[in-house]
């Protein structure tokens, strides 16, 4: 079973984002701010992180930024789930490492499912 | 588009940045307003001096015309700086306006999504049992009244910019209001681990004041105070009097607002760095809101605070004589 971590503050998305993968026979882990995300992320090493950007304690650049420096965590492919969408912002996650960069309100449940399964193969 | 770009990367009165803001708007030179301002001037300027001269061989007072011109000069300079000022005025309120629309929408965002990915639980038949049904229609409404406040707030900054927010102040028992919302935000104050207190003499004279309208000002102070306390500690109210208003005080033991921030901190959408480090869900809006109606009731808001230790508001109001 594949084991996907969600880094998302707002309890209703993550809520709704982790029944939906857990049905989709996923082992998906919450980390509600970026600190307990990353602690999470080089514990239990999961195959795939969504990342939210805006989040507390330690933001979302910053967590992917420690993420793709760190041996244990640099290969996981991460998928940028947030609301910001200026160029800078998308160019700037890309650079950083990120495999995908999607705006939330733009996408159904279906299709992230999709993109994740398509990152995941 | 690209070529726009190098012409202007390239152009020597871009790089002096002296038509900064034409650049911004994406304006070219011709449609500059400062740039016109600054040919208008030298296009003045030749024509006086060439008035002048020509008037010198042609006339026998050419001082004379040459004042004259000079006046008509100066005349059409200040014109058409007072033109390009409005120009300016104008720009500037349409770009205000511009990141206004934008943060609002990226704000709106949040909430819609937690719509859509909870409808999207129950149209794909997600959720079996009617307990989770119900717990998941809670989510949706939750966002919903979200995005009702943040619409209601956006509205109030309108009514604020554009001056027409009405008060409708009345005598009015100041205790009572207080009362009555810290009565109704205890469960929220419970719910965050800290305790809601109040204070006041035994006596206190009325106020003059719109009750609904300052009731959203003491509403933000309270909830402001119980979001950005982090440890179990006390919120205090006091009220107290002089012989011409009510003063009113929030004091909480929260994260407080960083020094080199508190300038900013009536301003619309401006959060500090150390709240957005911890509670990122805020619209910025509420005390830009809090301080136009406390001024709109002739009163006067303002705050302490210490990064760390915590932060009191304090506001008046004018007593009802």
Redesign the interface.
Known sequence: MKTILIIEDEPTLQKTMSLALTQEGYDVKNALDGEIGLKLAKEIKPDLILLDLILPKIDGFEALEDLKNNDITKEIPIIVLTNLESTQEIERALVMGATTYLVKANYDLKDIIQKIKETLK | MEQDNNLKNNNFLYKIRLFKDCQDYNLSLWECPSFIFLVLGILNIVAMVSTYFIANRYTEQPEIVALIVIAISTFIFLLSHSITQGFDKLAQANKMKTEFVSIAS?QL??P???I???L??IN?G??SSPADMST?LN?VK??NERMIRLVNDLLDVSRVEMGRMTFFPKQTNIYVLVEKIINASAPFAKANNVSLSMEAPETLPNVLTDPEKISITIQNLVDNAIKYTQEKSEIKVSLEADSKFVKISVKDKGVGIPQSQQKHIFKKFFRSDNI??????GTGLGLFIARSIVEGNKGKIWFESKEGEGTTFFFTLPIYK
Request: charged share 25%; net charge positive; no cysteine.
């Open positions: 990226h965002r949040t819609l999504s937690a859509r990915w909870t999207n639980l794909d997600r959720i998941y989510l939750e966002s957005m480090k911890n509670q990122t869900i």
